[in-house]
């Protein structure tokens, strides 16, 4: 088949969850069609960072260029358009316009859309597409909502029932639906959503493996795009725990991992044995180095790709409630569970102090991560998917 795959993102290099997913399955996906991708970006940079490694996987790349500076200043314009802000962010008149010109040049078998971000650009194209929610979005921004100050509760909710709203509206658009795990799905705002198929992501098992053991250099480790809301408010969570756990770990060193650290994040370093890495060439060095891996995240969607990484490496995890459930496995074996600081607090403390657990919650989280979290098995899902759908030829 001749795919065209559209992303509001350059797929490469892997510092975001929704680039780490779409590559991984572009990767399976050229092994049977022919990819042509075509992706946003905001500069030239972006374009050079991931050119080279994209051409190994794709027939045609074309890059379409939205500088931030534009995205910021046609925001107003996300009510014109009936779009939530945080579509519109990725959205360009005359950019669709060049996308739907070139894809009415190659023709293609099948259309698939990484997230709702870029359903405007082929909605009513007659073509069979695919759309790919990854995440429910109208449930992310609910929970930050709920976890935010009184100034920006209101535009957070206001969002959140935008987003529903698209959610659903580009449903009718798209004859197949995908989405990141049952939690996200049954949030959707959507009739006929047992029609959304759950495609989680996998781990990298070739790369992502349990090192042979040694003194790991830190107590805790918290991974993830540091730029990102969600990851920004969990590291200001372990800053405001750690000086309660370095009365129970006098020694005590946390390691907050990954690209893009916010100014706020920034500014933790050397503090309550705190150290902010920033961007890693080698993620695993992380996990490796590393006696715990924590993600206390309670706002945000989807499934934590950094939590599915540290299992893979063999380290013990401890994690909210809206995390565990994404996962999947069983807390208190696979994995712990903690609702506030005061169970973070005491769940870590008595972790670092018995080995034997850790252990056994390292082997049973790897156990789970082999059996449950397989890209090569999802991106079949998908393909099958995508092949059963331009086989139809149902158009809307």
């Known amino acids: 088949m001749d795919l065209v795959i559209i992303t509001s993102r350059v797929p490469y290099p892997l510092e975001k969850g929704d680039k780490l997913r779409v590559f991984h399955q572009i990767r399976y996906l050229?092994?049977?069609?022919?990819?042509?991708?075509?992706?946003?970006?905001?500069?030239?940079?972006?374009?050079?960072?991931?050119?080279?490694?994209?051409?190994?996987?794709?027939?045609?790349?074309h890059f379409f260029k939205i500088p931030l500076w534009k995205r910021y200043l046609q925001l107003p314009m996300a009510l014109f358009y009936g779009m939530p802000f945080t579509v519109k962010y990725f959205f360009n008149g005359s950019i669709r316009n060049k996308i739907q010109r070139l894809i009415l040049k190659i023709n293609p078998d099948h259309i698939y859309c990484q997230l709702i971000r870029t359903a405007s650009y082929v909605r009513k194209m007659p073509y069979t597409k695919t759309i790919d929610y990854m995440d429910s979005f109208s449930l992310g921004f609910k929970r930050r909502a709920s976890r935010s100050s009184l100034f920006l509760k209101p535009a957070f909710y206001l969002e959140s029932k935008m987003l529903a709203t698209y959610e659903s509206s580009v449903y009718k658009d798209f004859n197949r639906h995908t989405i990141i795990s049952k939690q996200d799905r049954e949030s959707l705002d959507i009739l006929s959503r047992e029609n959304v198929q759950i495609i989680p992501n996998g781990v990298d098992q070739d790369f992502f493996y349990p090192r042979p053991a040694s003194e790991p250099e830190y107590h805790l480790l918290f991974c993830g795009n540091m730029g990102y809301a969600p990851n920004v408010k969990a590291a200001?969570?372990?800053?405001?725990?750690?000086?309660?756990?370095?009365?129970?770990?006098?020694?005590?060193?946390?390691?907050?991992?990954?690209?893009?650290?916010?100014?706020?994040?920034?500014?933790?370093?050397?503090?309550?044995?705190?150290?902010?890495?920033?961007?890693?060439?080698?993620?695993?060095?992380?996990y490796w180095n590393s006696m715990i891996n924590i993600a206390p995240i309670f706002t945000g969607s989807g499934l934590q790709n950094k939590m599915l990484e540290a299992m893979a490496c063999g380290i013990p995890c401890i994690t909210t409630e809206i995390v565990g459930r994404s996962v999947g496995g069983q807390a208190e074996k696979d994995y712990l569970i903690a609702a506030d600081k005061e169970e973070f607090s005491e769940k870590i403390s008595a972790l670092v102090n018995d080995s034997k657990k850790r252990n056994i919650l390292a082997e049973n989280g790897l156990k789970l991560i082999r059996k449950k979290f397989n890209w090569d098995h999802y991106s079949e899902l998908l393909n099958d998917s995508i092949v059963k759908a331009s086989e139809e030829n149902i158009f809307n």
């Open 30 to 61: 050229s092994q049977k069609h022919n990819i042509y991708l075509l992706s946003l970006c905001a500069n030239e940079s972006e374009i050079q960072e991931g050119k080279a490694e994209m051409e190994k996987y794709c027939k045609e790349i």
């Open 236 to 286: 200001q969570y372990i800053y405001e725990l750690a000086p309660v756990l370095k009365n129970r770990i006098p020694n005590l060193k946390i390691l907050i991992a990954g690209a893009r650290p916010h100014p706020m994040v920034k500014k933790m370093h050397g503090k309550h044995g705190i150290v902010i890495s920033g961007w890693m060439d080698d993620i695993r060095e992380a």
